[in-house]
């Protein structure tokens, strides 16, 4: 089992940043890609970021891509979502998520284990 806390949301101007942390419990972390999520009210939760379990790969949804970034440091057992230039359209909670694979994940289903979600307001 691994269990996920995020934080670091709150709320924000447009252009402003904010960055995402997501603790895990688990011992393996380094075992497990991971992966942020965001879920706006009255839609789907959708993709935003991806790791692998090095670090050597990470990938973005296009509308991320140049602002916002992931990064892990598995001796903190801890992964990182740093978010630039936010508009009022990514508000949303924001949910990490992990999996035990060497590859990056796109899709909800693919994860195995959820965090409760921090929510991230941008103000126009």
């Known amino acids: 089992q691994v269990q996920l806390v995020e934080s670091g949301g709150g709320l924000v101007q447009a252009g402003g940043s904010l960055r995402l942390s997501c603790a895990a419990s688990?011992?393996?972390?380094?075992?497990?890609?991971m992966g942020w999520f965001r879920q706006a009210p009255g839609k789907e939760r959708e993709f935003v970021a991806a790791?692998?379990?090095?670090?050597?790969?990470?990938y973005y949804a296009d509308s991320m891509k140049g602002r916002f970034t992931i990064a892990r440091d598995n001796a903190k057992n801890t992964v990182y979502l740093q978010m630039n230039s936010l508009k009022p359209e990514d508000t949303a909670v924001y949910y990490c998520?992990?999996?035990?694979?060497?590859?990056?994940?796109?899709?909800?289903?693919?994860?195995?284990?959820w965090g409760q979600g921090t929510q991230v307001t941008v103000s126009s």
């Open positions: 688990s011992r393996t972390f380094s075992n497990y890609a």
């Open positions: 790791i692998t379990r090095s670090s050597r790969t990470t």
């Open positions: 998520a992990a999996v035990r694979s060497y590859s990056c994940h796109t899709t909800t289903s693919e994860y195995e284990y």
